[in-house]
T-cell receptor, first 114, second 112 residues
Framework: DGGITQSPKYLFRKEGQNVTLSCEQN?????MYWYRQDPGQGLRLIYY???????QKGDIAEGYSVSREKKESFPLTVTSAQKNPTAFYLC?????????????FGSGTQLSVL | RKEVEQDPGPFNVPEGATVAFNCTYS??????FFWYRQDCRKEPKLLMS???SGNEDGRFTAQLNRASQYISLLIRDSKLSDSATYLC?????????????FGKGTKLSVIP
């Protein structure tokens, strides 16, 4: 089945630690995105990539980094510079990145601070 | 005014009831509109796109009112399985998907 896979489902971060969230898709989509969702809040865009080897900052990129070395993979690293990382992280993809396209989401990663 | 506003609810309705949600948007250049459904601690899934002429999919009807800058979602004959948070999503004309603006969502609980 085609889809988008996030792992792990739950992740715990210690003070000063960098952690990486995995996102893989086999939909052959060009565009991929990372969103953060806090309780009672809308999704906020962290980073996006519309093509391999290229990515752009979203609205809340500080404290995060990404890479897009392969079309199917878009990992997100939450660095120690992100002081409030506890949130639900969602990876998504779409065919070409046009605004009228359906977004396909992974099942999410809940990140908590120890 | 916030870009996309939704009544957070919760809307508690009995099974079989008809319920409607509105979503207002501030950017008059907005062109694409969607309703996504999100179950608790799960990923959002596209429920339906909203077209200028309005559209219906079974028990669900979506409407767009450009003059007043809002979209609506009507659910008829509510089922227990309709309990979820409904997200309004808007994007400007000609924009990429990275410019989607998500509302905070309206929570619906359908009660037996």
């Amino acid at each position: 089945d085609g889809g988008i896979t996030q792992s792990p489902k739950y992740l715990f971060r210690k003070e000063g630690q960098n952690v990486t969230l995995s996102c893989e898709q086999n939909l052959n989509h060009d565009a991929m995105y990372w969103y953060r969702q806090d309780p009672g809040q809308g999704l906020r865009l962290i980073y996006y990539s519309q093509i391999v080897n290229d990515f752009q900052k979203g609205d809340i990129a500080e404290g995060y980094s990404v890479s897009r070395e392969k079309k199917e993979s878009f990992p997100l690293t939450v660095t120690s510079a992100q002081k409030n990382p506890t949130a639900f992280y969602l990876c998504a993809s779409s065919d070409t990145g046009q605004g009228n396209e359906k977004l396909f989401f992974g099942s999410g990663t809940q990140l908590s601070v120890l | 005014r916030k870009e996309v506003e939704q009544d957070p609810g919760p809307f508690n309705v009995p099974e079989g009831a008809t319920v409607a949600f509105n979503c207002t948007y501030s950017n008059s250049a907005s062109q694409s509109f969607f309703w996504y459904r999100q179950d608790c601690r799960k990923e959002p899934k596209l429920l339906m796109s909203v077209y200028s002429s309005g559209n219906e999919d079974g028990r669900f009807t979506a409407q767009l009112n450009r003059a007043s800058q809002y979209i609506s979602l009507l659910i008829r004959d509510s089922k227990l399985s309709d309990s979820a948070t409904y997200l309004c999503v808007v994007t400007p004309s000609g924009a990429g998907s990275y410019q989607l603006t998500f509302g905070k969502g309206t929570k619906l609980s359908v009660i037996p």
